[in-house]
């Protein structure tokens, strides 16, 4: 186990001496444990430790009211996945007999010896660890949607959780928020991946009172969080399919909403597609610009920031003539990558302007006329002169009008969008190499103003010629 997975341990003992004894002098960072509570008395042991899901609990066997063992069997359906080490005297052994036969971990001897302690707490966590990952497995099983038949297994397993009687509360963060359910509620806990938790969560209305929403807003407010979502279950065939919106809806902050499915007839996604297709890198990248300015309105979620985020990879892979095999597929893949729709998006303008500055010049192999080929060689030699459309067409004996046509027909761009791309993959070059001033960097690049130079590369770009420079310094 990692140290941000420790165990968690409760200790119980009619004597407030015992209790500090373990819980303060005993090491447990030996044994990656934390003790979270403490309790001297059978009635406040059974109002309070449902609520916190202690991974080991240590009672005393024999205490006055309800002693350890009675104590065991009324609790251990509200605790189904906390483990019992029990303290005993060396004249109750019978007693502890039957805790072991009713599944009881193991026990100790009062005193309790520290080494004797220690070894049982390794045993016991790594079946924890093992329970655990189990149930994480199922999860993700079940999100995934790899085998139908472990969605049954989740179900029985949870069906054994007295308090939960079929319906509860499911809910997911990234981050941990146990500490803000213990004494509120009864819940288990399951670790999903690093930073992610799924809860099942005894529906008492706790989760849906306004100061538990006042709580959540605030943990992601100050960034302890970075999402929560929830839903009503129980244990039926929507459980899998709770899962997974829920998978998906944890992400909310990614994108700033919690809304599910994908809004495919979006007029965004519709125009990223299509310049995908044409591998438009000049258009996709005033589309990804324009994007809160122009689409904010917008159902967005997860999913269709994965969606653009393959649309526009692939496209820039396409036209340097490879294959995009690094295709982020989940959420949790995302998130990893990046914190923010934000981020995400200035990531992709950094790598489309890249592509623009890099593949600037057509291969003149691809080309079919044998006519364009010699036009479009002379261009690229040529590019930074004061060449014009007129001075190429008398250079090649060729009608203005006709030239127009040609560059549609063989490239389908213009010839002032085809000269204007190689020159800002040229001021793009001496940006990033030189340190020409930017008015030099305009000339050079055969720009013959340098208004109108700042006003394309910005268009083009996405970034100001200095902002381009100062990026491709940080790199």
Request: charged letters at 25%; proline letters at 3%; a negative charge.
């Amino acid at each position: 186990m990692t140290t941000a997975e420790k165990i968690t341990i409760a200790v119980i003992d009619d004597e407030s001496h015992v209790v500090n004894r373990i819980a303060l002098a005993f090491v447990w960072e030996s044994v990656n444990a934390e003790v979270i509570a403490t309790f001297t008395e059978s009635r406040e042991t059974l109002e309070k430790l449902p609520y916190l899901s202690p991974d080991i609990v240590i009672p005393d066997i024999r205490m006055p009211v309800l002693d350890g063992l009675a104590l065991f069997e009324r609790i251990k359906p509200l605790c189904p996945y906390s483990r019992f080490i029990f303290m005993s005297g060396f004249d109750e052994f019978q007693l502890v007999k039957k805790a072991l036969q009713l599944g009881a971990a193991a026990y100790c001897l009062k005193p309790v010896d520290d080494e004797e302690l220690a070894d049982a707490l390794r045993k016991i966590s790594k079946e924890i660890e093992s329970e655990k990952f189990s149930l994480r497995y199922i999860l993700e099983s079940v999100i995934d949607g790899n085998d139908s038949s472990v969605l049954h297994v989740l179900a029985s397993k949870l069906g054994k959780i007295e308090y939960l009687n079929r319906r509860f509360i499911l809910a997911c963060s990234i981050g941990d928020i146990s500490s803000e359910l213990r004494y509120y509620t009864k819940f288990i806990s399951i670790k999903y991946d690093i930073n992610t938790y799924f809860y099942l969560i005894e529906e008492n209305g706790f989760i849906k009172s306004p100061g538990f929403q006042n709580r959540t807003e605030g943990l992601l407010a100050a960034e302890r969080i970075k999402g929560f979502s929830w839903t009503d279950a129980d244990l039926d065939e929507t459980l899998g399919a709770k899962l997974r919106m829920l998978s998906r809806n944890v992400y909310s902050s990614f994108t700033g909403t919690m809304l599910t499915g994908m809004h495919s007839d979006s007029p965004f996604f519709s125009k990223l597609q299509e310049y995908g297709k044409s591998c438009d890198m000049e258009s996709m990248l005033s589309l990804i610009q324009r994007y809160d300015d122009e689409y904010a309105k917008e159902q967005r979620n997860v999913d269709e920031a994965i969606e653009i985020y393959n649309t526009v990879m692939a496209a820039i892979f396409r036209s340097q003539g490879q294959v995009f095999e690094d295709a982020i597929s989940t959420p949790r893949e995302l998130a990893s990558e990046f914190s923010t729709l934000d981020d995400m998006m200035h990531y992709l303008s950094e790598q489309l302007a890249s592509s623009i500055a890099e593949n600037a010049g057509l291969p003149i192999a691809n080309l079919k006329s044998a006519v364009f080929k010699d036009i479009i060689s002379y261009i690229n030699k040529e590019y930074c002169e004061r060449i014009t459309l007129q001075s190429i067409a008398m250079r090649f004996s060729i009608a203005p009008s006709y030239l127009c046509q040609i560059f549609q027909k063989e490239i389908g761009m213009t010839f002032t969008k085809y000269i204007t791309r190689l020159r800002i993959a040229k001021a793009a070059k001496l940006l990033s190499e030189t340190d020409l001033p930017i008015a030099s960097v305009s000339d050079e690049s055969g720009f013959s103003q340098y208004y109108y130079f700042a006003k394309v590369f910005k268009k083009t770009m996405g970034v100001t010629p200095s902002e381009y420079r100062d990026a491709q310094t940080r790199r």
